[in-house]
């Protein structure tokens, strides 16, 4: 038969308009909505259907911002919405209104998108931003402060979200399973006989009356409207938006199936010979087993989040608290953790008569309460130890296996350390009995510290889901266009009968192309990572530090305090405390080892004499120790070590350490990790908390970096080469070679089971392996000799070098003591300084002058002044934690 030259040029043509269209539908300018100020917030609803409607809000610069989604929908989909410059995660219950509160914004575009990465918004700032002595703007890839409260930015809210999520999570199972059970009854009965047909002599055993179009179309047409409503409520709106998902695929494949198999069985003889077969069985089967994928992939991603979920559940329900008239006495007695001639009384040991205690829900404890811990039982909440002597394992939070032994009263053989009466609620006591006072609840206690500070960095992006996310918000309409041109080329050049391949073809392209995969690639790895992590207690605090750890190449420690235990010299005076015999922590050398065995450089700061420090690196095993460095000379190291790299260029420089003269070396470090048993200036200027103290918590890092990345490139490459791979298949480009074209039903099995392979995926890095250490060759030999260099500088004047402005800054102090007096910290904080003054920088205590060109923030109408731009990114993150030092 010869081709007809203008049916052919028709079908383009044609084709080409589509393409125009779609283009111009999608990816046409938007225009924002402006929010609406009320009471000093600006405020805006979003409703949540299928996309964002507005998607594009624009706010103004200087004022708080309050966004109310109104989700007007259930699934998973949509469940959370994910600021990730902000570092903040929302839940977003199903048919519910929820409030997410933001602070003011600096100038910038601020993205938003679903828990899936699929459905995206955007917040505009506009307006003047106060300059920051680099830009007029922070652009919205930094990380900007991270005090927005939402629903979920709070510890206690974290915990009830969870349990929201769970609940809402069981349900949206239980629909689901509904659904597949109806869809599959109804779809046997069509899908079972069509299959039969295809098989040679089988056909005889058919009866003919099920292969009666009508009745395909009665059983199906539940499928289609019943079964698939939370598919066509979510795909139709997104095509709307103009933000279209997976099941704006799925709603049109299938959509175009059952109109064209209805069309058939109302008239038939209008279509050509050979394309009157009806796709029924594919609209069901489709249906069905995307309604599977989607259950499996609910189920799967439970695990995802599984470690998070496990320590909330960790958390104890009751408590056992003292009666008043037994409590009053005590409390009166407000000096017995630190007076033993206390302990003798009866009132002290009535604690341990059951009668005296009556259980109370763990929510009505308050701070200063006594409560009674019986051996077995979880501490309910942070305390310190009143009386009593107990074993406590205290793994869940440190990741450490080995016990830790509390004591209330020192002894003539034993005076206790602070750490031996401090208790962290939800740990569990092995051995003996405790009375302790609560000294921190609700959402103030360190598991829901931990549990928000682990939510807070699942929000956030790994850089590595760029190049994703970039595609994903174009894949939906290049499947479109891709299914148009598949449609147009199949129609106008395919064999007879045409028109039935061109609807095979264009509808197993719209089904088998999975967004989905793409925008989850990253974060599902990242989302399991962040809690294997806090399990072994590594808390990191944004996916962009998971991924630079592997990177690391260089690691410099503090010496007091992270390298050694910080134990002041018995003979030091009082007011000049000394740290020469300061004993060395367990695991720092087999730490130090693994680092040396992964080709990583160490570098140890130290304040002592150079013999007194290259001691303690000869027995630690480090490369280079740095000796007589200043308090504030840290940070100027950690730049210059920063500046010489060199064969090195695309290694990290990591800095370990504890105390508050830290905080501007870990701030100006590539990558910052703070002892979790320092200060909480260390820690909020660390972008990795280490919570037991332990050194080999570094190697945890990199060996976690390490298995995640490798994770998410499995996903990457799952997620690119399915589509790559598949969508060409869908298209019929084997049919030339083969005579093959692929049904619709095996794209939708295909495409059910992609994200649902992403998640096991995922769920594979709970069985990793992250404290591994490599220390065969340690203690073989002769002790590895450090090389020395004494920093011989009494102020940061050396910085001029490096092109600072000697005038910004000054030194702070010429003591050797471990931390800082927090008065310096205090200073000019009450009263705004002028030009030619001084302030003192919030995070770090140095000395600011007061110039134009100075590096400040914003903040409560009051102007900061900071040192260097690392601080000033650190205030932005939390600036209330550094105000309240």
């Known amino acids: 038969m010869e081709p007809n030259i203008f049916f052919i040029a028709a079908a383009l043509i044609a084709a080409a308009a589509l393409t125009w269209l779609i283009i111009r539908f ?77 602070p003011a914004l600096p100038a910038g575009d601020y993205p938003f998108a679903c828990g899936m990465n699929m459905v995206h918004g955007l917040l505009r700032i506009t307006g003047d931003t106060h300059d920051t002595g680099n830009s007029a703007t922070v652009p919205a890839s930094a990380t900007v402060p991270a005090t927005a ?37 109804l779809t046997l009965p069509v899908f079972v006989p069509m299959m039969l047909m295809l098989i040679p002599g089988a056909h005889n055993v058919v009866p003919m009356w099920l292969m009666n179009p009508w009745l395909q179309a009665l059983l199906i047409t539940p499928v289609m409207f019943y079964c698939g409503a939370p598919i066509h409520r979510v795909g139709w709106p997104a095509l709307i938006h103009r933000d279209p998902d997976m099941n704006s695929l799925v709603t049109l494949g299938t959509s175009a199936a059952y109109l064209y198999s209805l069309a058939l069985c109302v008239a038939s003889s209008l279509f050509p010979e050979g394309s009157r077969e009806p796709y ?25 989040g599984k470690a998070v979920q496990s320590l909330i559940k960790l958390r104890p329900r009751t408590a056992h608290r003292l009666v008043d008239s037994i409590s009053s006495n005590i409390v009166d007695n407000s000096n017995i953790s630190t007076n033993p001639s206390l302990n003798n009384g009866t009132t002290i040991a009535n604690w341990r008569t059951p009668a005296n205690a009556h259980d109370i829900d763990i929510d009505d404890v308050q701070t200063g309460d006594l409560l009674v811990v019986h051996a077995g039982e979880r501490i309910p909440v942070d305390g310190e130890l009143v009386d009593g002597e107990a074993r406590v394992d205290e793994s869940m939070i440190t990741g450490e296996s080995k016990p830790v032994d509390k004591k209330a009263q020192p002894t003539a ?103 989905c995969a793409l925008g989850l690639a990253t974060p599902l790895s990242v989302t399991a990572a962040m809690g294997v992590g806090a399990t072994n207690g590594v808390l990191v605090t944004s996916a962009k530090a998971l991924e630079q750890a592997r990177d690391i190449r260089t690691v410099v420690f503090d010496k007091t305090g992270t390298i050694t235990r910080g134990v002041v010299d018995t003979d030091a005076a009082g007011d000049s405390p000394s740290y020469e015999h300061d004993p060395v922590k367990d695991g720092s050398r087999e730490a130090v080892a693994s680092l040396h065995a992964a080709g990583v450089r160490t570098v140890m700061l130290s304040g002592d004499r150079a013999e007194v ?119 019929g480009v084997l049919y030339p070679f083969t005579g093959w074209l692929l049904s619709p039903m095996i794209a939708g099995l295909a495409m059910a089971l992609s994200s649902v392979c992403l998640v096991l995926n995922a769920n594979r890095l709970h069985a990793a392996t992250i404290d591994r250490l490599n220390i065969a060759n340690i203690g073989s030999g002769e002790a590895r000799e450090p090389k020395v260099i ?53 995070v770090c205590g ?22 260097g731009e690392h601080c000033a990114k650190n205030f932005d993150k939390a600036p209330q934690i550094f105000l309240e030092q």
């Not at 349990?163 to 629909?175: D, F, G, L, N, T």
């Not at 609560?438 to 760029?466: C, E, F, H, Y």
């Not at 290694?651 to 701030?667: E, F, K, Q, S």
């Not at 332990?694 to 298995?707: A, E, F, M, Q």
Request: glycine fraction near 8%; charged fraction near 20%; charge should be negative.
């Open 26 to 102: 999608f990816f046409a300018p938007r225009r924002g909505t402006a929010g609406t100020l009320t009471n000093g917030t600006q405020t805006a609803t979003i409703s949540v259907r299928g996309g964002y409607s507005p998607s594009v809000i624009e706010m103004k610069a200087g004022t708080p911002i309050t966004l109310t989604f109104d989700r007007q929908e259930t699934g998973e989909c949509t469940s959370h919405v994910v600021f990730a410059d902000l570092a903040i995660d929302a839940m977003l219950p199903g048919n519910t209104r929820t409030d997410v509160h933001l």
């Open 149 to 185: 409260t939402t629903t979920t930015a709070n510890p206690t809210n974290t915990l009830d979200a969870e349990r929201r999520e769970s609940e809402e999570r069981a349900k949206e199972i239980r629909q689901l399973l509904k659904l597949v059970v109806i869809g599959t009854v």
């Open 280 to 304: 029924f069985e594919s609209v069901g089967v489709v249906i069905t087993l995307v309604l599977v994928g989607r259950l499996l992939e609910t189920k799967a991603r439970e695990g995802t």
């Open 413 to 515: 053989q034993h005076t206790t350390q602070p750490n031996e009466r401090t208790l962290t609620g939800a740990t569990v006591v092995l051995k003996g009995d405790l009375l302790m006072r609560a000294t921190q609840v609700g959402g103030d206690t360190v598991l829901s510290q931990i549990i928000a500070m682990v939510s807070r960095a699942q929000a956030t992006k790994a850089p590595v889901q760029k190049l994703a996310d970039r595609i994903a918000r174009i894949f939906v309409p290049a499947v479109m266009i891709i299914a148009v041109w598949t449609f147009a080329i199949w129609f106008a050049f395919g064999p007879e009968p045409k028109l039935a391949h061109a609807l095979v073809t264009a509808v197993s392209v719209l089904i088998i192309a999975c967004p």
């Open 613 to 731: 420090a290259a001691r303690v690196a000869r027995e630690v095993g480090i490369d280079t120790v740095i000796a007589q460095v200043r308090p504030d000379g840290k940070a100027y190291w950690i730049e210059r070590l920063q500046t010489e790299r060199g064969d090195r260029a695309n290694g990290l420089i990591a800095m370990v350490g504890d105390g508050i003269n830290d905080a501007p070396a870990l701030a100006q470090a590539d990558l910052g990790l703070a002892i979790g048993t320092g200060t909480d200036v260390a820690m909020q200027s660390a972008d990795v908390t280490l919570m037991n103290g332990d050194l080999r918590g570094v190697v945890k890092t990199i060996n976690l970096s390490n298995v995640t990345m490798r994770n998410i490139r499995e996903n990457l490459a799952w997620a690119f080469g399915y589509n790559v791979i598949g969508i060409p298949i869908a298209a």
């Open 790 to 842: 004494i920093d011989e500088h009494t102020d940061l004047t050396h910085l001029e070098s490096n092109g600072q402005n000697r005038d910004s800054v000054t030194t702070m102090s010429n003591t050797n003591n471990k931390e800082h007096h927090m008065d310096m910290h205090h200073m000019h904080m009450n009263a705004e300084p002028t030009e030619g003054e001084t302030a003192t920088d919030p």
């Open 846 to 867: 140095m000395t600011v002058a007061v110039k134009p060109d100075a590096i400040t923030r914003e903040y409560n109408g009051t102007t900061y002044y900071f040192c």
